[in-house]
């Protein structure tokens, strides 16, 4: 497991007639999306498995998206990282959207630009 470390989002930006917004932490503080990494062999050539998780928006980027990256709460992300957590019970709490009142959102652009 990882920590994908964010500032700010910005999804929909590269869809036509969707109004992209700015996400963010109040505050400006960073986050981090919830992660799966699977380190390479060092005797192969090939590149490391990486996924971002995704969960049910809450209600701040609700406004644009059905699905969100998992981001994680500040106080869930040593039990995200911990590897001895590793019963669904353990890790499903941490799969959960983030409570709406710790996110701001405001439109990114005009949607005129991007059409």
Same mark, same amino acid.
């Given at each position: &497991?990882?920590? $994908? =470390? #964010? $500032?700010?989002?910005? =999804?929909?930006?590269? +869809?036509?007639?969707? +109004?992209? #917004? #700015?996400?963010?932490?109040?505050?400006?503080?960073?986050? *981090?999306?919830?992660?799966?990494?699977? !380190?390479?062999? !060092?005797?192969?050539?090939?590149? /490391? !498995?990486? @996924?971002?998780?995704?969960?049910? /928006?809450?209600?701040? =980027? /609700? +406004?644009?998206?059905?699905?969100? =990256?998992?981001? %994680?709460?500040?106080?869930?992300?040593?039990?995200?990282?911990?590897?001895?957590?590793?019963?669904?019970?353990?890790? %499903?709490?941490? %799969?959960?959207?983030?409570? *709406?009142?710790? &996110?701001? /959102? #405001?439109? @990114? $652009?005009?949607? *005129?630009?991007? @059409?």
């Amino acid at each position: &497991m990882t920590l $994908v =470390p #964010y $500032v700010a989002s910005v =999804p929909g930006s590269g +869809q036509r007639r969707k +109004q992209p #917004y #700015y996400f963010h932490l109040k505050g400006g503080k960073l986050f *981090a999306f919830a992660g799966l990494y699977t !380190p390479p062999h !060092p005797e192969e050539s090939t590149p /490391a !498995p990486f @996924a971002i998780i995704t969960t049910i /928006a809450n209600e701040v =980027p /609700a +406004q644009s998206h059905r699905h969100t =990256p998992v981001l %994680l709460d500040p106080s869930d992300e040593r039990r995200w990282l911990n590897p001895f957590f590793v019963t669904p019970t353990d890790v %499903l709490r941490c %799969l959960l959207p983030l409570r *709406a009142e710790c &996110m701001e /959102a #405001y439109p @990114a $652009v005009n949607p *005129a630009v991007l @059409a």
